[in-house]
């Protein structure tokens, strides 16, 4: 909605990550450069989603199928193409999508939910994208963000709990009607689930309202190189983006206090 601070979920977290990376991102009026590496590991996240879409969609393992090898026959992506390790393990892991596709017994779904919540009083607006959404019979919901990787628990909650309030602001669910949030890994097939009532879902906006308001305020946007620098696309445009030599820091036995150690590491 005009005149209000957009927050979504990928704003917060790289803004947690470097602070720089989200000046690059959303205040520096850049064009973001294109991702030096494409990784089969991308590779599948994308065309799995895209797959899992399209079988949302039609309802059609088939199609879904289509989808997934299609797009990894694409020239650009061969490390993952057909004869490949991570062609196969693309396609095992959208047969266990299929699977769970078949096991959920819903009235209606929706792929791919992008929505927002908006809170006029406070000049912010949550939006949310979540990978499928579900009414069931009796009035509940469910919503899904399937996972192909090693993901961090507390990563999947946030983004669920984003997904939880744009559900119940879209289709104007009832007060008392709960809804289950789902993180599917289809990798290790782990299904983490919390079941949401209302008052969860007030406290996360009065959250992202707070978090909000500290990134607005905040006026210096220094770099703090990462791990994940190594995939930062706005790398080649920061000069802070590698890690420091040890020898910058002058560490010395004197800032270490304790029981000596041999070279090797510590005290056997």
């Known amino acids: 909605m005009s005149g209000l601070f957009t927050i979504t979920h990928s704003m917060v977290q790289s803004y947690e990550r470097c602070r720089k990376q989200y000046w690059f991102t959303y205040l520096s009026g850049f064009e973001r450069p294109p991702d030096e590496v494409v990784t089969p590991a991308g590779l599948i996240g994308t065309g799995v989603h895209r797959a899992m879409k399209t079988l949302c969609l039609t309802g059609d393992p088939e199609d879904g199928a289509r989808e997934l090898d299609a797009y990894l026959r694409m020239p650009a992506h061969d490390c993952a193409g057909p004869g490949t390790d991570a062609f196969d393990r693309a396609m095992a892991l959208y047969a266990r999508g299929c699977e769970a596709h078949a ?101 996360t906006v009065k959250r992202y309202i707070g978090i909000a308001y500290r990134i607005q305020a905040t006026k210096d946007f220094p770099a703090t190189p990462n791990r994940a620098c190594g995939f930062c696309a706005w790398r080649p445009l920061c000069p802070d983006s590698e890690p420091p030599a040890v020898s910058e820091w002058d560490w010395s036995d004197d800032d270490l206090p304790g029981d000596d150690a041999p070279a090797g590491g510590p005290s056997a």
Request: hydrophobic fraction near 40%; charge should be neutral; aromatic fraction near 6%.
């Open 103 to 203: 096991s959920i017994a819903s009235e209606d779904r929706w792929p791919e939910l992008d929505t927002w919540a908006p809170v006029p009083s406070r000049a912010v607006t949550v939006r949310a994208r979540i990978d499928r959404a579900d009414r069931f019979a009796g009035g509940s919901w469910q919503v899904i963000d399937w996972k192909t990787g090693h993901d961090l628990d507390e990563v999947t909650d946030a983004q669920l709990d984003l997904g939880h309030v744009a559900v119940r602001t879209s289709f104007r669910v009832p007060r008392d009607a709960t809804v289950r949030a789902v993180g599917w890994n289809l990798r290790s097939g782990q299904v983490r689930e919390r079941v949401l009532r209302r008052d969860d879902a007030v406290a």
